[in-house]
C-alpha cells in the first residue's frame, strides 16, 4: 500500500522525523528509505528503544500514526495510473488484495479516502499474520485468501524488503520505483517499472 498505490512516503517521512524528535529517537531523512520503508512501526521503534514492552510500542505507533494521517490527508493522492490499472482488473474479473505491513487504520484510511475498497477481494494488515513482511506470510495467506497458489500471483511492491517477502512466498514480484531507484530493485525483482501504466501495459499486453 504505502509508497504503491499511494505515494506518501514523504508525508511518513515528515511526521516519522517529528515524532523521533518527540520521543528522542535518533532518525535523520537520509537514514529514512532503509531504517523505514517497508518495516513495521514496532520493527523500527524496537531498534531504538529495546527495553520498551509490546503495548508500549503499539501505543507509540498508533500515535505516531494519527499524525501521519493528519498531515496527509489535505494532500491525499492515488498513485498515478492506479484507478485505470484496478478498472481493467475488474473488468477482468482479477482477483485483487492489499497486504500491507501497515496498521489497520492506515489502510481504511487508504481505501476510503482514495474510494478504492471496491475493487479488493482481500484486506490484509499488520497483525493478521504472525511476522510482518521481510517474511512471507502476508503474502502466502493472501494468496490463500484469494484461492491461488502464490506462484499465480503478482505483486507489486517499492521496496526491498516487500520484495523480498514475494519472493519468499513464491510470487511474481513486480517492482515499482515509486521509492527506491531501479538499480536497488532490479536483483530482487521480475521486472522493475515505472508507473502503474506501464504495469498495465505489461499485464494486458
Not at 511526521?15 to 520493527?43: D, H, I, R
Not at 482488473?89 to 489502510?107: E, G
Request: hydrophobic share 45%.
Amino acid at each position: 500500500m504505502d509508497g504503491v498505490i499511494i505515494n506518501n512516503n514523504d508525508w511518513h517521512l515528515k511526521s516519522w522525523l517529528v515524532y523521533a524528535k518527540k520521543l528522542g529517537m535518533a532518525l535523520t531523512a537520509e537514514e529514512f528509505p532503509e531504517k523505514v520503508f517497508g518495516k513495521t512501526n514496532e520493527q523500527i521503534l524496537a531498534v531504538a528503544f529495546p527495553d520498551a514492552d509490546a503495548a508500549q510500542l503499539e501505543a507509540w505507533s498508533l500515535e505516531k500514526e494519527a499524525l501521519y494521517r493528519e498531515i496527509y490527508a489535505p494532500d491525499f493522492k492515488l498513485a498515478t495510473g492506479l484507478l485505470s490499472f484496478l478498472e481493467a482488473l475488474k473488468q477482468r474479473n482479477i482477483p485483487v488484495a492489499v497486504a500491507s505491513n501497515a496498521p489497520l487504520v492506515n489502510v481504511d484510511f487508504a481505501l476510503d479516502l482514495g474510494k478504492i475498497r471496491p475493487y479488493f477481494d482481500v484486506v490484509m494488515y499488520a497483525g493478521l499474520v504472525p511476522n510482518p513482511k521481510p517474511a512471507p506470510d502476508i503474502y502466502i495467506k493472501s494468496a490463500e485468501l484469494l484461492g491461488l497458489p502464490a506462484g499465480a500471483c503478482f505483486v507489486i511492491e517499492d521496496s526491498p524488503v516487500g520484495l523480498e517477502a514475494a519472493n519468499k512466498a513464491g510470487c511474481r514480484p513486480l517492482a515499482i520505483t515509486s521509492t527506491f531507484p531501479k538499480e536497488k530493485l532490479k536483483p530482487i525483482s521480475e521486472r522493475v517499472f515505472d508507473s502503474f501504466d506501464e504495469i498495465g501495459a505489461f499485464v494486458f499486453g
